[in-house]
């Protein structure tokens, strides 16, 4: 699976848009992105995740750029309850396997 | 809203002994993945299964830790002697498969394990 790059750690002020970055520039064809949270002291949870269209759910929006090497997550009105580490992860969809990078910490301040 | 259930959530035993982890996937859930977090290593894949047969356990160390899946209802992972080292959150998720498609994973909220 191609690896992710994440800042390490964002703020985001409560009711604005949070753009969480994620660079995968040694994505292939049929890896998918997918996002996944992990709110402190409860399992990850599954975000969102897509090919090479932008794709948008009741939690949040992920614009892959056209070449595919870099997607945002959105979050549109960031919520204290939203602050989190935030993992990007490239994988195929056949592939059973899910690896965790070290993630975005995100915080967001009222 | 279903969920993966994991018991018990918190352990505090003695190294030497024996533990047990126990995960609920999700009814109809054929994939089980055991997952281990630290500070230091994050998450880390141990296992995981399909249709209750163990796909892969090479991050799992072999000598003590053991995954079964007895039925479709219940996955256990056994940490047998355990040492201070095994101290982390043990997670376990669970996901469909069709075809070559694999659902995105849900998570368990982990059990805690403490081994003094």
Same mark, same amino acid.
């Given at each position: 699976?191609?690896?992710? /790059?994440?800042?390490?750690?964002?703020?985001?002020?409560?009711?604005?848009?949070?753009?969480?970055?994620?660079?995968?520039?040694?994505?292939?064809? &049929?890896?998918?992105?997918?996002?996944?949270?992990?709110?402190?002291?409860?399992?990850?949870?599954?975000?969102?995740?897509?090919?090479?269209?932008?794709?948008? &759910?009741?939690?949040?929006?992920?614009?892959?750029?056209?070449?595919?090497?870099?997607? /945002?997550?959105?979050?549109?009105?960031?919520?204290?309850r939203d602050t989190a580490v935030y993992y990007c992860i490239v994988k195929e969809t056949?592939?059973?396997?899910? /690896?965790?990078?070290?993630?975005?910490?995100?915080?967001v301040n009222p | 809203d279903a969920r993966v259930t994991q018991t018990p959530r918190h352990k505090v035993t003695e190294m030497g002994q024996e533990v047990t982890m126990r995960c609920q996937p999700i009814l109809g859930h054929n994939t089980v993945f055991w997952y281990r977090q630290t500070m230091m290593q994050g998450l880390e894949l141990l296992a995981y299964f399909r249709n209750r047969a163990p796909l892969d356990d090479s991050g799992m160390p072999k000598d003590r830790f053991s995954a079964e899946m007895p039925d479709a209802t219940l996955a256990t992972l056994k940490?047998?002697?355990?040492?201070?080292?095994d101290s982390a959150v043990y997670f376990c998720a669970s996901g469909s498969r069709q075809g070559s498609y694999n659902s995105p994973l849900h998570f368990g909220n982990g059990t805690r394990l403490t081994v003094t």
């Open positions: 699976d191609a690896k992710t /790059t994440q800042p390490p750690s964002m703020d985001c002020a409560e009711g604005r848009a949070a753009n969480l970055p994620c660079n995968h520039s040694t994505i292939s064809g &049929n890896e998918y992105v997918y996002w996944y949270r992990q709110i402190h002291s409860q399992g990850p949870q599954y975000i969102i995740h897509g090919l090479k269209n932008n794709e948008t &759910n009741e939690m949040a929006s992920l614009i892959i750029t056209e070449d595919r090497k870099s997607s /945002t997550l959105i979050l549109p009105h960031a919520t204290l056949s592939g059973s396997r899910l /690896t965790f990078g070290e993630g975005t910490q995100l915080t | 940490i047998q002697p355990s040492e201070p080292r």
